[in-house]
Nanobody, 128 residues
Framework: QVQLVESKGGLVQPGDSLRLACAAS????????VGWFRQAPGKEREFVAH??????????YYGDSVKGRFTIARDNAKNTVYLEMSSLKSEDTAVYSC???????????????????WGQGTQVTVSS
């Protein structure tokens, strides 16, 4: 199986940037599609970003609320996927989780039930 561990988030001010890391062990992460999801108190889990597996060309996809501000990328030498967040807003405050899955078809990348492995989640708070 794959173990995923997110780096610590933290408290940042509006407009700041923050990079989250999803470090994997057990398997080669580049063979899996990897997504980031977030959940704020009282709200549904929200799709943030996805990077497809090596066999699917590594294409990236973003939720509408973060498009243009967030970037998902791989560092295969470190077996890690990053979520680079910029121009952060208070609305970005949430617990962020990374997830990996094998053979996720494109139309299913937005569905958390299609992912097999999940990290523990990390809190990101954006506040002035």
């Amino acid at each position: 199986q794959v173990q995923l561990v997110e780096s610590k988030g933290g408290l940042v001010q509006p407009g700041d940037s923050l990079r989250l890391a999803c470090a994997a062990s057990g398997r080669t992460l580049s063979t899996y599609g990897v997504g980031w999801f977030r959940q704020a108190p009282g709200k549904e889990r929200e799709f943030v970003a996805h990077i497809r597996s090596r066999s699917h060309g590594g294409s990236t996809y973003y939720g509408d609320s973060v498009k243009g501000r967030f970037t998902i990328a791989r560092d295969n030498a470190k077996n890690t996927v990053y979520l680079e967040m910029s121009s952060l807003k208070s609305e970005d405050t949430a617990v962020y989780s990374c997830a990996a899955g094998a053979g996720i078809i494109l139309s299913s990348i937005y569905n958390p039930t299609q992912y097999d492995y999940w990290g523990q989640g990390t809190q990101v708070t954006v506040s002035s």
